[in-house]
Nanobody, 124 residues
């Protein structure tokens, strides 16, 4: 099983940028699709972006298209979510996930591991 740990969250002003990192441990890490989810207070957890095991294919939610970039380096381990042009509605806890498939809508049963989450707060 893959263990995940997010970092990089914080407080940023609207229009600013943040880069989230997800460090993974486990020798099968490179075989998983990796994804970022977020959960705002009082709302359901939603998929933000995903990247295939090879890094060659990505998926973005409409809310993230053009502003966020997901990337991975299987040799160095971390998975990143570069976020730009941040808006107050991007405020949420962001979670990294290791997923056994690359298909959408994503089947929650395919999620093998979750990180503990990192808070992102965007002030207006």
């Amino acid at each position: 099983q893959v263990q995940l740990a997010e970092s990089g969250g914080g407080l940023v002003q609207a229009g600013g940028s943040l880069r989230l990192s997800c460090a993974a441990s486990g020798r099968t890490f490179s075989s998983y699709t990796m994804a970022w989810f977020r959960q705002a207070l009082g709302k359901e957890r939603e998929l933000v972006a995903a990247i295939s095991w090879s890094g060659g294919t990505t998926y973005y939610a409409d809310s993230a298209k053009g502003r966020f970039t997901i990337s991975r380096d299987n040799a160095k381990n971390p998975v990143y979510l570069q976020m730009g042009s941040l808006k107050p509605e991007d405020t949420a806890v962001y979670y990294c996930a290791a997923v056994r498939s690359f298909r959408f809508p994503m089947n929650r049963e395919d999620i093998g591991s979750w990180g503990q989450g990192t808070q992102v707060t965007v002030s207006s």
